[in-house]
């Protein structure tokens, strides 16, 4: 099994930066051979340029931090899958729970926006996880249940779908779940995506939520976990490659 490493830069980042940033990954992937895991950048939509000109044919690949489901048409703002693509794109970040708190998008609404990733030949990295409400009050299973039925879609599986569970509470708070929580979720999700895609051993389920050098390890370890979405700490050549080199061998 190949393991992923995905950077999400967020609102981050100019053209300079984002090249200096690549560039630095760039050397140390170079230095270290073809060996290890598969990393992809996501940087905001205005500097994917950029890093593709840096990462090309190095075997860094390079996603959207989102897409809209429709191919084209009145959506001021917005990015398709197919202009992802068409720029190099091989990924798309779909569903982040802060699409879902800031912008209100639902579960079909995900679902549509994969949909679409999948038809322009893009990956999409489907995100779920519950807040620190529905964890308390003992829903983490509900929820998770009811995102992933109804985000993933239909034409979905192991090979040309990624899913990343993100505890919204532990995302940018410094907070990370256990490693047995963890394995939990991770197992949930491969047993629901098995049931209604086929056999899921194959499939890449990240973790994301304060993914650091510190704890990169221990997590990338844990049964179920395929690699990690890593969101601050990828801003920092040196601490995101240093989860890089955390993955098994």
């Not at 549509?112 to 529905?134: H, N, R, S, Y």
Request: aromatic letters at 4%.
């Amino acid at each position: 099994m190949t393991y992923l490493i995905a950077g999400n830069w967020k609102m981050n980042g100019t053209p300079a930066s984002a090249e200096a940033l690549a560039a630095e990954l760039i050397a140390r992937v170079r230095d270290a051979g073809a060996s290890g895991p598969a990393i992809a950048l996501c940087p905001p939509a205005p500097l994917i340029p950029a890093v593709l000109g840096v990462t090309k044919d190095t075997g860094v690949a390079v996603g959207g931090q989102d897409c809209h489901a429709k191919e084209k048409g009145a959506h001021t703002g917005d990015i398709s899958a197919v202009l992802l693509a068409d720029l190099g794109c091989t990924y798309v970040i779909v569903g982040h729970s802060e699409r879902r708190a800031d912008h209100g998008e639902t579960d079909a609404a995900v679902k549509a926006k994969a949909e679409a990733a999948l038809k322009a030949g893009l990956t999409p990295i489907i995100c779920v996880g519950e807040t620190e409400a529905q964890r308390e009050k003992g829903e983490t299973a509900q929820v998770i249940a009811r995102q992933v039925e109804g985000s993933v879609p239909p034409g979905a599986n192991a090979q040309n779908t990624v899913i990343a569970y993100e505890p919204v509470w532990a995302i940018g708070t410094g907070k990370t779940a256990t490693t047995a929580d963890i394995a939990a979720v991770h197992k949930q999700i491969a047993e629901l995506f098995a049931a209604r895609h086929g056999n899921a051993a194959q499939l890449k389920i990240l973790y994301g939520g304060s993914v650091k050098s510190s704890n990169a390890k221990e997590i990338l370890a844990t049964a179920n976990v395929r690699g990690a979405l890593v969101g601050g700490a990828s801003l920092d050549a040196t601490e995101f490659w240093r989860i890089i080199e955390s993955c098994p061998q």
